[in-house]
């Protein structure tokens, strides 16, 4: 039972799908990204991503120190070495030559990260879903559960529910979260193939995948 109701909602398609019902479909994803995205926006800049708690200031201050110091840069928080600090991952580094090049504050640098961490994950998940299956529904309700439907959700890092549109937006778990929705997309448009079943993917698939994408990024 279980396997049939997957198989509908991944690649039953109406037979006469009509155009408008499309444009439906597509305006009411368009609608609940604006909604997030507006909510993002009012979360960012009231202040509430800049708690107590959490990782925010830890990532800040790494952004900070590598932006200053980018070849040779120091612990953010102890007098020690960078090599210390496992929070310089490839995303701070990013953020770190944004901030050199742009001159922004770190403050306001994390807080547009963060929306830009919002706009991947919303538009990851509508080309990933739709490349996946064949059905123009599933991006709606993928977002809707990823969101809503947990429960109570993982705290801070890692955390996919609504939550983190007020607590961890712009750190490297959510970004890394988004993308990987379009790293998925790129391999399926790599494949060719609509409906491959990512969990039967080999190995040695994926990482000719990855070398074939990252030789001619």
């Given at each position: 039972?279980?396997?049939?109701?997957?198989?509908?909602?991944?690649?039953h398609r109406p037979l006469q799908a009509s155009?408008?019902?499309?444009?439906?479909?597509?305006?009411?994803?368009?609608?609940?990204?604006?909604?997030?995205?507006?909510?993002?926006?009012?979360?960012?800049?009231?202040?509430?991503?800049?708690?107590?708690?959490?990782?925010?200031?830890?990532?800040?201050?790494?952004?900070?120190?590598?932006?200053?110091?980018?070849?040779?840069?120091?612990?953010?928080?102890?007098?020690?070495?960078?090599?210390?600090?496992?929070?310089?991952?490839l995303y701070i580094l990013l953020l770190a030559?944004?901030?050199?090049?742009?001159?922004?504050?770190?403050?306001?640098?994390?807080?547009?990260?963060?929306?830009?961490?919002?706009?991947?994950?919303?538009?990851?998940?509508?080309?990933?879903?739709?490349?996946?299956?064949?059905?123009?529904?599933?991006?709606?309700?993928?977002?809707?559960?990823?969101?809503?439907?947990?429960?109570?959700?993982?705290?801070?890092?890692?955390?996919?529910?609504?939550?983190?549109?007020?607590?961890?937006?712009?750190?490297?778990?959510?970004?890394?979260?988004?993308?990987?929705?379009?790293?998925?997309?790129?391999?399926?448009?790599?494949?060719?193939?609509?409906?491959?079943?990512?969990?039967?993917?080999?190995?040695?698939?994926?990482?000719?995948?990855?070398?074939?994408?990252?030789?001619?990024?």
């Amino acid at each position: 039972m279980i396997e049939s109701a997957q198989r509908f909602f991944f690649y039953h398609r109406p037979l006469q799908a009509s155009k408008q019902s499309v444009m439906k479909i597509e305006r009411k994803y368009l609608l609940l990204s604006i909604l997030l995205f507006l909510l993002t926006a009012v979360t960012t800049f009231s202040g509430r991503l800049w708690s107590e708690m959490g990782d925010s200031w830890e990532h800040a201050a790494s952004v900070n120190e590598l932006s200053f110091n980018l070849r040779n840069p120091s612990n953010p928080f102890l007098a020690a070495d960078g090599y210390t600090s496992p929070r310089f991952t490839l995303y701070i580094l990013l953020l770190a030559l944004v901030k050199r090049i742009s001159g922004l504050p770190v403050i306001d640098l994390m807080e547009l990260a963060g929306l830009c961490n919002t706009i991947l994950l919303m538009t990851g998940i509508d080309v990933f879903i739709k490349k996946y299956t064949t059905n123009n529904h599933p991006p709606f309700f993928t977002l809707i559960t990823l969101l809503i439907f947990w429960g109570r959700g993982w705290l801070y890092s890692n955390e996919y529910s609504l939550q983190f549109l007020t607590s961890s937006l712009f750190h490297p778990s959510i970004f890394a979260f988004s993308i990987s929705f379009w790293g998925w997309y790129f391999f399926l448009k790599f494949k060719g193939n609509r409906q491959t079943d990512i969990s039967k993917t080999n190995d040695r698939e994926l990482c000719f995948f990855v070398n074939e994408f990252f030789k001619h990024a």
